[in-house]
């Protein structure tokens, strides 16, 4: 898994688990739509995120960072990338 939570940033592509028992242990492929959100009493990173495939209207996924077995940054852009706080 990832530990390195705080290189991961919006427009990010994850691979993660899914957080479910009840869901077949495969990957799941996405972007980091909106800043990661940590939380200190639990020292989880939050990653709001949006599946291969979903329409852009629905809620993200909320991923904890543990389970992204992967990320890819997008290719540079003349922007600044956001970073959690």
């Known amino acids: 898994m990832i530990e390195r939570a705080d290189d991961i940033g919006i427009g990010d592509r994850v691979t993660y688990l899914p957080g ?3 869901a077949p242990r495969q990957c799941v ?3 980091v739509v909106a800043p990661p959100v940590p939380d200190p009493y ?3 990173v939050w990653l709001p995120t949006r599946p ?3 329409a ?3 809620e993200p996924t909320w991923v904890r960072h ?5 990320f890819t940054h997008p ?3 003349l922007e600044p990338r956001p970073r959690p706080v």
Do not use: K, L
């Open 52 to 54: 291969d495939g979903a």
């Open 20 to 22: 479910t028992a009840t």
């Open 42 to 44: 639990t020292a989880v």
């Open 56 to 58: 852009d209207d629905i």
């Open 75 to 77: 290719p540079q852009s």
């Open 66 to 70: 543990d389970r992204v077995v992967e």
């Open 29 to 31: 492929h996405g972007h």
